[in-house]
């Protein structure tokens, strides 16, 4: 009997977050609706990746790989590593 209590007082607890999560939901999204849309475009932020040590965005070229399988990845990068100026073949 003890534990039926447990169980019900748990799923009562687990239901009240679940039902104050969703009308939470709800109100943030008509209080978005209600607000005018902008309608100029935002710039975005350039990737992480890309920003130098000082925040600029960085000016050198990029490796950029576009294959349809993991083989053909690894073919391309073996090409690359091959061409290279530094290796040393005998």
Known sequence: M??????????L????????????DVM????EQRQPKRRRPQR???HPE??????????EPLLVIR???????RNRLDELFYESPDEKRD
């Open 2 to 11: 003890l534990l039926e209590i447990l169980y019900i007082i748990a799923f």
């Open 13 to 24: 607890v687990v239901a009240f977050f679940v039902i104050r999560n969703l009308l939470r």
């Open 28 to 31: 943030t999204i008509g209080a």
């Open 44 to 46: 975005r932020p350039p």
């Open 50 to 59: 890309l920003i130098d040590k000082d925040g600029n965005v960085t000016d």
């Open 67 to 73: 294959s349809t399988n993991l083989e053909e990845a």
